[in-house]
Structure formats: C-alpha cells, structure tokens
C-alpha cells in the first residue's frame, strides 16, 4: 500500500528533475519567500531608505541646489536664533505633551478599571472618540473653540469673570493650546493601552499586597507599576518620536505663530522647505529630528527584543 | 477571656469590612465622577462641531450662546453635499483610500507571511528593519519625496506631483510597515502543526497562506484594514505637501484650503465638513470597535 501510494510520488519528482532548473528554483522556500516580501523590500528601499540618504544629499547643497556648499546650511541655521527657538520649542512641546498624555492615560485607565466590567466597554469607546477623528479634522473643531472674538471657552469663562484669554495669539497661551490639543487627541492612546496592561496584571497580585496590609498607593508602586514598566516604556518612546515629528496640529492650529513662537521641527521644516521653496535648509531643518527619534528607536527595539527573548 | 477577645476581635473585623466596602463605594462614586469630566473633555470637540453644524452663519456671527443651537437648519449639509468640489474632494478621499488597503494588504500579508513562516537568510533582521521604518514619521521623509518627485517629472515626464494618485504611491510608506507588522505577529501565534498538516497534505505555501493562515487570522487582517484605512483617510502631510489643484485634494487638505478663504472662516460649513469628514473613521470605529483597539495594542503587545 505504502509503495503504490509513494511510486506516482517519485515519478513527479523524477519529472521534476527533468524541469529546467529556474522552475526548481522557483520551488525553493526561500525563494518563494525571498519573492513574498519583495515588494515590501523594494517599498522600504525606495521610499524609505533612498529618500533618507537623499534628504542627507541634499542638505549639502545650496538653494538652488546646483552647487554643493558642505555644512553651511547648518552652519547658518546654528547663526539663526529662530532655529534655536525652534528647538526649544520641539522639546518642550514634545516632552510636556507627552508626560501628560502619559499621566492622563494612566489615572484614566485606572479609573475605567476600577468601575464594573459590563459599564467599561462603554466609557472606553467615549474616551477614545479623540483618538479616532483625524486630527487635521478635531483641530478645526478646537481652532473654532479657541477663535480670537467667537471662542466658546471664552463664552464660557466670561461667567466665572475670567476674562477673554487670547488662545493663540499670545506666544504662551499658544504653546498651551497646541500642548492642550496634543494631549488630547494622544491621550487616549494610552489610556487604551495602560487599560490593557492593567487587565494583564493578575488580580492575586494585588490580594497578597492587600494581605500585606499595603495601602492604594504602595498597591501602585509596587505592583502595578512594575507589572505594566514595559507597556509603559514602549508606549511612552513610541509617543514621544509621534509627538516630536507632529505636524497637523501646530500647522492647523498656529501655523507656528505668533511670530514663530510655536513652530516645531517639521512645521518649521515645511515654511521653509516647501513654502519658502528652499528645499535644502527644510531637509536640513528636518534631519534634526534624526538623534532624538534614533535613540527613542534604540530603546524601544531593545524592550521589544527583551521581550522576544522572555516569550 | 477566651470569649473576651474573640468579642473584642469580631466587632472590629466586622466593621473594617464594612469600612472598606464603604471605600469601595466611594471609589467607584470618585472613578464615574472623574470618567465624566473626562468624558466631556473628550467629547467637548466633536459635540461643539455637530453643534456649530447646525447653525446658519446669521446665528454664528450674532454670538448668541455658542453652546446651544436656537434655529437648527440643515443649510450647511445641503450646501456641501450639493458642492461638486466637496463631492469631488469626499471621492479622492475614498478612492486613495481603497487602494491604499489594497496595496498594503497585497504587500504586507505575504511579506508578513513569508518573515513569520519561513525563515530564510536575513529575515529576522528584515523584520526588526519593518518596525524600524514604521518608526520613522514622514515629516522626516516629505522634503526629500518631494524633490524626489519632481526629479523624476523631469528625467521621465511622468508629472506625479499634484496628481491624486501620488498618494497611492506615498501613503504605503506610512501602511505597510504596521500593518505587516501586526500581522506577523497574529501569524506567529498559529500553532505550526496546522501548516504542518497543510503541508503534509500537500499544500504549497500560497495554498498554506490562503487556506489556513488568513481564514485563521482574519481578526487580525481586519485590524490592519482598518489601521491602514483610518491612517489614509487621515494623513495630512502628504496631501498638503504633493497636490495643490482643487480637483486633486483629499478630504482633510480640500476642507482647510477650500472652505478657508482668506480671513473669512464659513465656520458653520468648516464645521460640517469637518464632521463629515470624521465621519467614515467615526462609523468604524462604532461598529468594529474590538478590532479597531486590537489593531491599536497589537503594536506593542504583540512581538
């Protein structure tokens, strides 16, 4: 029975010998593997890879891009105190949004947890509304609110005597507001997340703690946190390089000013690039992003790695 | 004295059970009072845009209560949805849209497959290489795409730049790293031995692939539709940077450049289109919503 059932198997593979050699090829795993994912190859060169290396090219060229002139377009944005401006601003933006994302996000998350099971889907999929609209959308809807003589918020705190506070023509108030609408429409990111962490966290973890008579707040620090330390890390960084590279919101919602008190790298880098047509200073503008967003990278591949390992 | 301690013990077990299910009560008041100011911060933006929707732009510049509408009217609806450049703008957006998803699917389901499955020279370090390109936000890449574009309009005579279908070239850059990412990750997780099975039976691994593996991670594959529709419908940069032509704008760019006019701002009409706009997300997001947050935490949780 056995012979019957393998004899028509090695005449194929007799025939198959007799194919030409492409065709066997053809059959190999890894090639058949190596074609699947060449598309994705050819993608991730050509659009990715390609226009990094060449954003580098160009940053060494004068504006009308016809004459290499070395690092003299960094040298002059190091002379330019609005580059320094913007600088500052990047990292304030970046780093204030993003803690306060991450705290929002987190007592959100607890709170969602802490309420019963059945109500939780529904106050999840409210909370996460800010997440799904395009942002390019929900700030217009916040660029209404903060509207120089129409605002609803000033409508609103004009009762409680607070007087017309100017959202986004005063270099403060304008750092506030781009800040504001970031972390609204980001915070629920992790909110989502952290609530998942914190479904993974088993609840006898918790009783031990209560048995050892710790109280809400060592609960936190010595249970939860540790338990959800690697969702935190990775959703952290991962927000950071989003909200470093951000673009839709300061662009919809201050176009960078006043007078250029909010700009961030990449809206800066597009005034410049784009609008001021001189391409070469907007790509070097925008490679200044490279080292922040490259070690934010590093960390979050070496807790994914750790993880890979772990499992 | 047995009884005395035990009498002494009892009472005060009792009522630190019910001390702490009274905290419990208080903590569950505290959580809802809290998940409702947050609630409101949430959902303050989109209500205020329905709000502003149904006004008429007599009622807006009168600067009556902006939180109540006094005359409701469905002027500014009809008025976008009877606009050929809205209509125009709604249909760029949906057709860039479809493709895109269907290009990304079409690249990342077997590139996911063929990393997760069949491990050949440099496919680890490939995969490692797709999360790393996932990480790099096209506000980086946009100046150099640009000037790259118009060189190759000028070597080739293939104007790209201000033509829609630009985007279906762009917006895979920003699709298909997640998108195969999460997939490998959902492609990991099916038990070998149902590949094993399927080869022993003689499938060749496009067969494994589209028998097994994609009617197996379909959850999965409809997370990554829908991540790679909403991101699509939602990019901003792209659009912005690449076409310029009325007849060219997607949703988000056509609403801001087009209803925007100089100093005067339709409010009530922004409003509707930015609604309307946030719509195809929003209804989604209502209906597939378990898929929508599985596609969200996979890229962290999964890998």
Redesign the interface.
């Known amino acids: 029975m056995a012979d019957v059932a393998l004899q028509p198997n090695r005449g194929a593979a007799q025939a198959a010998r007799k194919r030409s050699s492409l065709h066997k090829m053809l059959k190999r795993k890894s090639t058949v593997a190596f074609l699947m994912t060449l598309p994705l190859i050819l993608l991730i060169a050509t659009l990715v890879i390609y226009p990094a290396f060449y954003a580098l090219h160009l940053a060494t060229l004068n504006k009308s891009m016809q004459r290499f002139v070395g690092l003299s377009n960094f040298e002059f944005l190091f002379r330019r105190e609005t580059f320094w401006l913007v600088v500052k601003q990047s990292c304030i933006f970046a780093i204030t949004a993003v803690v306060f994302k991450a705290l929002l996000g987190f007592i959100i998350a607890h709170f969602v947890h802490n309420i019963p099971a059945k109500g939780q889907r529904k106050w999840r999929g409210m909370l996460l509304v800010p997440w799904v609209i395009p942002p390019a959308m929900s700030t217009l809807a916040w660029l209404w609110l903060f509207d120089p003589s129409y605002s609803a918020f000033n409508y609103t705190l004009s009762f409680f005597g607070i007087g017309p506070i100017p959202w986004t023509g005063d270099a403060m108030w304008a750092r506030f507001s781009v800040i504001l609408v970031n972390i609204w429409v980001g915070a629920p990111f992790f909110m989502i997340m952290y609530l998942a962490a914190l479904k993974s966290v088993p609840e006898q973890l918790y009783e031990a703690a209560a048995i050892d008579g710790a109280n809400w707040w060592q609960r936190i620090w010595y249970v939860t946190l540790p338990m959800m330390r690697n969702i935190i890390a990775i959703t952290t960084l991962f927000s950071l390089i989003v909200t470093f590279a951000n673009f839709d919101i300061v662009r919809i919602l201050t176009a960078g000013g006043p007078l250029d008190h909010t700009h961030i790298f990449a809206t800066w880098a597009f005034r410049i690039g784009i609008e001021g047509s001189d391409i070469p200073l907007g790509a070097s503008v925008s490679l200044f992003m490279v080292p922040i967003l490259a070690i934010a990278a590093i960390f979050i591949l070496r807790d994914i790695n750790k993880r890979g390992n772990e499992a | 004295m047995t009884t005395v301690t035990v009498d002494k013990a009892a009472p005060t077990r009792k009522v630190k059970y019910g001390s702490m299910s009274r905290d419990r009560a208080w ?2 008041r505290w ?2 009072f ?2 409702v100011i ?2 409101i ?6 209500i ?2 329905l709000i ?1 929707s149904l006004k008429s732009s007599a009622e ?1 510049s009168a ?1 009556t ?3 109540w509408v006094f005359h409701p009217t469905l002027e500014n609806y009809v008025g976008l949805l009877t606009s050929n450049q809205f209509l125009r703008f709604f249909w760029n957006s949906a057709i860039v849209s479809i493709f895109v998803v269907t290009i990304t699917m ?3 389901v ?2 996911a ?3 997760a499955r ?1 491990r ?2 440099g ?1 680890a370090t ?1 995969a ?6 996932y ?14 574009f118009a060189v190759i309009g000028d070597w080739t005579g293939i104007q790209l730049i201000n033509r829609w279908y630009v985007l279906l ?2 917006y ?2 920003l699709t ?2 997640f998108c ?1 990412w999460i997939m490998i990750g959902y492609f990991a997780s099916i038990p070998k031995e149902l590949d094993e099975a399927a080869v022993i039976d003689g499938a060749s ?2 067969q494994t692939l589209t028998r097994i593996f994609i009617p197996v991670a379909f959850p999965g594959i409809i997370a990554a539709t829908i991540f790679a529709f ?1 991101v699509s ?2 990019q ?2 792209y659009p ?2 690449f076409t310029t032509s009325t007849d060219q704008l997607v949703m ?2 056509g ?2 450049t087009s209803l925007i006019k100089g100093d005067v ?1 339709n ?1 009530g009409q ?2 509707t289109g ?2 309307l ?2 719509a195809p ?2 209804i989604i ?2 209906f597939l ?1 378990d898929y ?2 599985a596609g ?2 996979a ?3 999964k ?1």
């Open positions: 903590a569950l959580s809802y809290f998940l947050f609630a911060f949430s959902l303050t933006p989109p205020y845009m502003t807006i600067a209560n902006p939180w079409l690249i990342s077997p590139a497959f063929a990393l069949m050949f020279w496919s490939l490692t290489g797709v999360f790393l390109t990480l790099i936000p096209e506000t980086l890449l946009f100046i150099p795409l640009f000037k790259m070239i762009l895979p850059t298909v790293p195969t691994w496009l909403t419908w939602a901003f940069l912005l940077v988000p760019v609403i801001i701002f409010w922004i409003m930015a609604l706009g946030a997300p929003l997001y209502a919503m929508y947050i969200l935490t890229g962290a949780t890998g």
